[in-house]
């Protein structure tokens, strides 16, 4: 982004576009550019990148994508008042016409095939709407060999649900998913006045890089069955909650004990488990 360029504060932007953060789209607004800037570097060199933002909001983490050397950066909005924000912002910076590097969807991304937006290589950085979160990286996850990297902030209690260890109290579908399809850690946590308005809770950034070898689309539908089935009912054992899908004899085959249940089991015996199926 030129230097030559002033942009008006986040808070007149709000202002005027009557960007107060909706609930009922669970919007938080970043406003913060040293903390914006601490989410981008977390994605690692984005020189020659093409980059997704979902949920821009008013453009706080839009700005500091565009002060890297990203080649292009696509922001998909739901919130009608935010798209017209970003749109002037595009102009503000010049970026604008044929060759635009930001450009603003306004669409709901759970009904977006983000592969179909940019070329590779892509990454996705975004401080995601805490209403749709789960469900926005569970189908990302799905396509993740399309990606380089997922830089998402998530309230902390799901980030530190996405990279829990077996055996403790947050391990659970989501760190099965996550672990099985990607490599993951938590980069930056924030605490709740970071933002306007604070939410009742801390968040936290994860960084999920895709692994070389991603499983096929069944495989992955059936590991999705796998998991729901093993965490749905947390305190049965194995034998009873896989029941449905072949119970102690898949189990048997797997050489994983019957009476084990979900939360014991690593990622490693879950891929056993699912190849079986």
């Given at each position: 982004?030129?230097?030559?360029?002033?942009?008006?504060?986040?808070?007149?932007?709000?202002?005027?576009?009557?960007?107060?953060a909706?609930?009922?789209?669970?919007?938080?607004?970043l406003?913060?550019?040293n903390?914006?800037?601490?989410?981008?570097?977390?994605?690692?060199?984005?020189?020659?990148r093409?980059?997704?933002?979902?949920?821009?909001?008013?453009?706080g983490?839009?700005?500091?994508?565009?002060?890297?050397?990203?080649?292009?950066?696509?922001?998909?909005?739901?919130?009608?008042?935010a798209?017209?924000?970003?749109?002037?912002?595009?102009?503000?910076?010049n970026?604008?016409?044929?060759?635009?590097?930001?450009?603003?969807?306004?669409?709901?991304?759970?009904?977006?095939?983000?592969?179909?937006?940019?070329?590779?290589?892509?990454?996705?950085?975004?401080?995601?709407?805490?209403?749709?979160?789960?469900?926005?990286?569970?189908?990302?996850?799905?396509?993740?060999?399309?990606?380089?990297?997922?830089?998402?902030?998530?309230?902390?209690?799901?980030?530190?649900?996405?990279?829990?260890?077996?055996?403790?109290?947050?391990?659970?579908?989501?760190?099965?998913?996550?672990?099985?399809?990607?490599?993951?850690?938590?980069?930056?946590?924030?605490?709740?006045?970071?933002?306007?308005?604070?939410?009742k809770v801390?968040?936290?950034?994860v960084?999920?890089?895709?692994?070389?070898?991603?499983?096929?689309?069944?495989?992955?539908?059936?590991?999705?069955?796998?998991?729901?089935?093993?965490?749905?009912q947390?305190?049965?054992?194995?034998?009873?909650?896989?029941?449905?899908l072949?119970?102690?004899?898949?189990?048997?085959r797997?050489?994983?004990?019957?009476?084990?249940?979900?939360?014991?089991?690593?990622?490693?015996?879950f891929?056993?488990?699912?190849?079986l199926?």
């Open positions: 982004m030129s230097d030559a360029v002033e942009l008006p504060p986040l808070r007149e932007v709000i202002a005027a576009h009557g960007l107060d909706r609930h009922s789209l669970g919007q938080h607004f406003l913060d550019g903390l914006t800037a601490l989410i981008v570097r977390a994605a690692g060199d984005l020189n020659g093409n980059l997704i933002e979902v949920g821009p909001g008013p453009g983490l839009t700005r500091a994508l565009l002060a890297t050397d990203a080649t292009l950066i696509v922001a998909i909005e739901l919130d009608r008042r798209v017209a924000a970003i749109a002037e912002l595009a102009q503000l910076v970026v604008t016409g044929p060759n635009a590097r930001l450009t603003v969807i306004e669409a709901d991304a759970l009904r977006v095939d983000l592969p179909d937006l940019v070329p590779k290589p892509r990454q996705i950085i975004a401080n995601l709407p805490y209403n749709v979160a789960s469900p926005l990286l569970v189908r990302w996850l799905r396509q993740a060999g399309e990606f380089e990297r997922m830089t998402l902030m998530f309230q902390r209690e799901v980030a530190e649900r996405i990279v829990a260890a077996p055996g403790t109290g947050a391990y659970g579908r989501l760190s099965v998913l996550a672990g099985w399809i990607c490599e993951c850690h938590i980069a930056v946590r924030l605490p709740p006045e970071a933002f306007v308005p604070p939410p801390w968040s936290a950034v960084v999920l890089t895709p692994h070389a070898t991603q499983p096929e689309p069944a495989l992955f539908a059936a590991m999705e069955r796998l998991t729901a089935a093993a965490f749905g947390r305190r049965k054992m194995l034998r009873g909650a896989l029941k449905p072949g119970g102690e004899t898949l189990l048997t797997a050489s994983i004990a019957p009476e084990r249940r979900a939360e014991t089991l690593s990622v490693v015996e891929d056993r488990l699912v190849r199926l």
